[in-house]
């Protein structure tokens, strides 16, 4: 009689257990979708704010979003901003950073004779700029990569 009874314990511990692992499996859903949602809304905000700036905004709100575009490896609505501010920019002090930071959304977009034209365009505007050597360096490097292999 006595390993029947301790027979029933072991399975009604089994039993309980299963069920307390069912629960925390349950738990741990929930909170990392929880999680998620949260992420998606507070990011989604940022988000909408900055297509706004996009569509409707000042030369400066629009430079501030395409920024938030690359860092946020979005190239292509990066890139379509640099050109619209770009041309607004055209004299000012914050052209040579535009001028650079096209150039890279370019080469992030695998854009090799683009960016290593619009890198060029910067060493020839800005010959004592603060990313002359980082522009020769990625005009030649996208030369590179946009050569054949040997």
């Known amino acids: 009689m006595q390993p029947f009874f301790s027979f029933l314990f ?8 299963h069920l ?23 990011c989604s905000k940022e988000m909408r704010q900055m297509n706004k700036w996009a569509k409707k905004g000042n030369p ?10 690359m ?9 379509i901003l640099f050109e619209e501010v770009m041309g607004l920019k055209r004299n000012t002090t914050r052209f040579e950073g535009l001028l ?8 992030s977009m695998q854009e090799y ?4 034209y619009y890198y060029d365009q910067y060493l020839h505007q800005f010959p004592n ?19 054949d292999p040997y």
């Open 129 to 147: 700029g603060k990313g002359k050597e980082d522009a020769s360096f990625m005009e030649a490097y996208a030369f590179y990569l946009q050569s």
């Open 10 to 17: 072991l399975v009604i511990q089994k039993k309980r257990l």
């Open 60 to 69: 400066d709100q629009k430079d501030s979003a395409a920024m938030f575009f």
């Open 20 to 42: 307390q692992s069912k629960i925390m499996k349950r738990h741990i859903i929930y909170i990392f979708f929880v999680a998620i949602c949260i992420s998606l809304t507070a």
């Open 71 to 79: 860092r946020h490896k979005d190239y292509e609505k990066a890139s």
């Open 100 to 107: 650079r930071d096209y150039a890279q959304c370019k080469f």
């Open 113 to 116: 004779v683009t960016a290593s």
